[in-house]
């Protein structure tokens, strides 16, 4: 989850715009072909690439400029099962997640609070409209985009403003030079018994 983060609040600028630029050329091509299409062809491309890599590889060892390793063995190597209660835990909480979507939904559809009915209603007629003007992935297109754009632009504005206050307060605090002031309505003081 943290990494996501970093990602959407561009801490690494160089990941976050690999994973920004992944996210646009799939989408964009999953709004032009299908989705049976995108994903052979994503599987040619990586497969021509491995195949010309392991290749490579094998050449360079036959000429002796190689020690013959395996390019992706760390790849092969890697473990990727889960111990009994990784598992365990995943499923519970893919089940609790599941379970609890399906009760929020039975709880809104057969009306057990009439005012979140009605949100329910009012959302999904509105998304009907939505629906007509453009598709899901034009919307998830413009979404990511706003992800990606927005949060980077509130963080920058939010130091432009903490440092402007910072000085506002700084030469407040010059020019005044005496006791903050009274903040009691009318300036009455309290009396002393």
Same mark, same amino acid.
């Given at each position: 989850?943290?990494?996501?983060?970093?990602?959407?609040?561009?801490?690494?600028?160089?990941?976050?715009?690999?994973?920004?630029?992944?996210?646009?050329?799939?989408?964009?091509?999953?709004?032009?072909?299908?989705?049976?299409?995108?994903?052979?062809?994503?599987?040619?491309?990586?497969?021509?690439?491995?195949?010309?890599?392991?290749?490579?590889?094998?050449?360079?060892?036959?000429?002796?400029?190689?020690?013959?390793?395996?390019?992706?063995?760390?790849?092969?190597?890697?473990?990727?099962? =889960? @111990?009994? !209660?990784?598992?365990?835990?995943? #499923?519970? +909480?893919? /089940?609790?997640?599941?379970?609890?979507?399906?009760? *929020?939904?039975?709880?809104?559809?057969?009306?057990?609070?009439?005012?979140?009915?009605?949100?329910?209603?009012?959302?999904?007629?509105?998304?009907?409209?939505?629906?007509?003007?453009?598709?899901?992935?034009?919307?998830?297109?413009?979404?990511?985009?706003?992800? =990606? @754009?927005? !949060?980077?632009?509130?963080?920058? #504005?939010? +130091?432009? /403003?903490?440092?402007?206050?910072?000085?506002?307060? *700084?030469?407040?605090?010059?020019?005044?030079?005496?006791?903050?002031?009274?903040?009691?309505?009318?300036?009455?003081?309290?009396?002393?018994?």
């Amino acid at each position: 989850m943290l990494a996501l983060m970093d990602l959407i609040y561009w801490k690494d600028t160089e990941r976050s715009g690999m994973v920004l630029t992944a996210l646009v050329v799939g989408l964009l091509s999953l709004f032009q072909l299908s989705i049976i299409t995108v994903v052979s062809t994503v599987s040619v491309a990586v497969m021509c690439f491995t195949i010309s890599v392991r290749i490579y590889y094998q050449l360079l060892y036959i000429l002796s400029w190689g020690d013959g390793e395996h390019p992706f063995k760390s790849y092969l190597d890697m473990d990727i099962s =889960f @111990s009994g !209660e990784q598992a365990d835990f995943y #499923m519970q +909480k893919a /089940i609790f997640l599941a379970l609890s979507a399906v009760d *929020s939904l039975r709880r809104l559809f057969f009306v057990e609070n009439l005012f979140e009915s009605l949100k329910l209603l009012f959302l999904m007629y509105l998304v009907t409209y939505l629906g007509a003007l453009c598709n899901g992935l034009t919307i998830l297109i413009i979404s990511k985009q706003l992800m =990606f @754009s927005l !949060e980077r632009e509130q963080i920058i #504005m939010w +130091k432009k /403003i903490h440092c402007i206050v910072a000085i506002l307060v *700084s030469i407040d605090c010059i020019s005044r030079g005496g006791p903050p002031p009274d903040t009691t309505p009318g300036g009455a003081k309290p009396k002393t018994q």
